[in-house]
């Protein structure tokens, strides 16, 4: 297990403008496309490759987010991701992933969250506005209590710390942001519609890269000054009521109900949060 020394520092932005400091390409080329001045990154897929980025930075906790608006027009069968990732073989990983549809229909907002090489807890989300029309915000809230996603703001899903409890939780590997777009059969209306490579390329925009976090380097830790804002916060009670309403809502697959994948009982997650 690493050591985590934590020394309070005072480079890091919080919302970084320029995202060419910030982020570099993986896989795509000229795919992946920074506007000149650094403010936004387009990610495009055709027939031939998709494209991704990562944060230069790797991460041991932090909130990370940025403002994405999803292709436009029809994105069946395209899949596009924004999250973090350890290096390591056994990897945690914390998910966010858009599923594309034809005009006019709804995306399908996935989410999941890896310990260690274990996945398998999978929620779904459609959104209660058209994500392609606008850019909004998706983030991660990763500390040492909890982690929660939220859409401009609003929490949608929290996995808690509960190792006390036997539930694995990502703590000791430190993360990378990455965001993909890529081509997958089975995305839209679970494989029923396929990609029309007509409407070629598929883009999706990106800006306002923020990254509130513990920078990983050389084996140490070094968070940003505003850490307390982030550190300790836990979901309050009117929060939880928000996540409530928002998950009877709009919450359309959620592992802790699937019985009949879990013949010998649910994941021990299940019992200890919503
Ligand atoms: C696409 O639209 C269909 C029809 O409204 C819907 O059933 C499906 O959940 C939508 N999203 C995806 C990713 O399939
Ligand atoms: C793909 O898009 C083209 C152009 O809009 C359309 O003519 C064609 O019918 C589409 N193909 C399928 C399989 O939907």
């Not at 020394?5 to 982020?23: G, M, T």
């Not at 944060?55 to 899949?79: C, H, R, W």
């Not at 859409?151 to 539930?167: F, H, L, S, T, W």
């Not at 490579?197 to 084996?219: I, L, M, Q």
């Amino acid at each position: 297990m690493k050591l985590l020394f934590c020394f309070l520092f005072f480079f890091y932005l919080q919302v970084n403008a320029d995202l060419r400091s910030e982020l570099v390409e993986v896989f795509g080329g000229n795919r992946f496309r920074l506007s000149e001045d650094g403010s936004q990154v387009q990610l495009s897929l055709d027939k031939e490759s998709g494209s991704g980025f990562k944060s230069k930075n790797e991460y041991l906790f932090g909130k990370l987010e940025m403002q994405i608006k999803l292709v436009p027009g029809d994105s069946a069968g395209t899949v596009t991701t924004f999250y973090l990732q350890s290096a390591a073989e056994n990897h945690d990983e914390i998910d966010f992933e858009f599923l594309g549809n034809v005009s006019g229909e709804p995306f399908i907002l996935h989410t999941n969250i890896y310990t260690k090489g274990k996945d398998k807890r999978e929620q779904q989300f459609y959104l209660w506005f058209d994500p392609r029309a606008d850019f909004h915000t998706y983030s991660i809230l990763w500390n040492p209590q909890q982690i929660l996603f939220s859409v401009d703001g609003i929490p949608i899903r929290v996995y808690r710390n509960a190792e006390a409890r036997g539930v694995p939780y990502p703590k000791d590997q430190p993360m990378r942001l990455f965001s993909t777009i890529w081509s997958a059969d089975w995305a839209t209306r679970g494989g029923l519609v396929q990609t029309n490579w007509s409407h070629a390329p598929f883009t999706a925009s990106y800006r306002k890269y923020g990254a509130d976090a513990c920078v990983w380097t050389n084996e140490q830790s070094f968070c940003s000054s505003s850490r307390e804002k982030w550190w300790n916060q836990v979901l309050a009670a009117d929060g939880e009521k928000k996540l409530e309403d928002i998950q009877k809502k709009y919450m359309i697959y959620n592992y802790c109900k699937d019985v009949k994948r879990f013949p010998r009982g649910l994941p021990p997650e299940c019992s200890l949060m919503s």
